[in-house]
């Protein structure tokens, strides 16, 4: 073969390995996750966390963001919503963590404040702000009100500011609550003394106390920026300060701390 034929050889061996890898890329079996039905994906989407992953695979296709962002997976609080009958999404979150059910993620849209006053959480549930920064989703207390939020299960916030005047931003009665990259303010006024970013009355009952203990109360902050009030947290319970850290970062000062049994 001349040196001709050989060239002519090689070049069609490169188009036909080209038109080989463009099938295989056109293919389904490229992408073999693609080829299960919704319902297993869906299943699979629940073992991710919230915020970033489960957020993260909403950007991936159309398909994708359907299916992670179903009623099934979370409920949406969103006052802009005009259409209130689309499932999953409430006005307030007083009605999302009403219609929750244990174990859901309630995730609160950016922009805005919403109202948040004497809100009980009586069921294990996660809620999450929808903004790139705490500083987007605002939940604020009413005064007179005693907390904004009040829990007595297992629940976790991230990514939240939650503010109060008067009261505490957040009120802990029993299970371990886990509060992750949030802003708690207290409003500055000449009755701030009154005011608490953290309560806990976990385990005040002295009647009750080894059965809480065996129930495993307790509080864990992680970075978080906590501001105003007569101290960062308050106790009236069996709960004392552990493993405390601060970082220092221009004007804000952020938490590291847990809330726990001696």
């Not at 976790?156 to 009261?167: I, M, Q, W």
């Not at 207290?186 to 203990?213: Q, R, V, W």
């Not at 009236?236 to 004007?251: E, F, K, P």
Request: charged residues 20%.
């Amino acid at each position: 073969m001349d040196s001709m034929g050989v060239v002519t050889a090689i070049e069609d061996g490169q188009r036909g390995k080209w038109k080989l890898r463009k099938r295989r890329k056109n293919s389904s079996c490229y992408a073999p996750i693609n080829n299960l039905d919704d319902g297993c994906l869906m299943h699979i989407f629940s073992f991710l966390s919230p915020i970033p992953d489960r957020y993260n695979t909403a950007l991936v296709c159309h398909r994708w963001n359907y299916l992670a962002c179903h009623p099934r997976l979370w409920l949406r609080v969103d006052r802009s919503v005009n259409d209130l009958s689309e499932p999953g999404v409430f006005p307030n979150i007083e009605t999302a963590v009403s219609a929750a059910r244990p174990g859901d993620t309630i995730l609160i849209a950016a922009g805005g404040t919403h109202l948040a006053s004497n809100i009980q959480i009586k069921k294990p549930l996660c809620l999450i702000g929808g903004g790139e920064l705490p500083d987007e989703t605002i939940l604020a207390c009413s005064r007179g009100s005693d907390s904004a939020l009040e829990f007595l299960s297992t629940c976790k916030l991230a990514n939240l500011t939650v503010t109060a005047e008067l009261g505490c931003c957040l009120l802990h009665r029993s299970g371990r609550l886990t509060i992750e990259g949030c802003v708690l303010q207290c409003e500055s006024n000449p009755l701030d003394y009154l005011s608490c970013p953290i309560m806990s009355t976990a385990g005040g009952s002295k009647l009750f106390s080894s059965t809480l203990k065996g129930n495993g109360d307790s509080v864990s902050v992680s970075q978080t920026r906590i501001e105003g009030g007569a101290k960062a947290v308050l106790t009236s319970g069996d709960l004392s300060l552990h493993r405390v850290r601060v970082i220092y970062a221009r004007t804000s000062l952020y938490f590291w701390f847990d809330l726990d049994y001696q």
